[in-house]
């Protein structure tokens, strides 16, 4: 059974996430949102999650280019 929500995404975000899945071989935006959050759900919440120091540096650049960082 699928069940259909909506959600609102400030432009910004949006913009962000066109730009991204450019990069991918996603379709849509919905796509990309729906991979993510079975990729969240599926992760066990006691299992840590290890990255490699590769991942771990892509990951950073990605951050600070955002402004997190």
Do not use: H
């Amino acid at each position: 059974m699928t069940s259909k929500i909506t959600i609102s995404l400030p432009d910004n975000l949006r913009e962000k996430l066109e730009e991204k899945i450019k990069e991918t071989d996603f379709k849509s935006i919905e796509d990309y949102i729906l991979y993510v959050l079975k990729q969240m759900v599926s992760v066990d919440s006691k299992e840590k999650v290890t990255y490699s120091d590769e991942d771990e540096a892509a990951l950073k650049k990605k951050l600070k280019e955002m402004g997190y960082l």
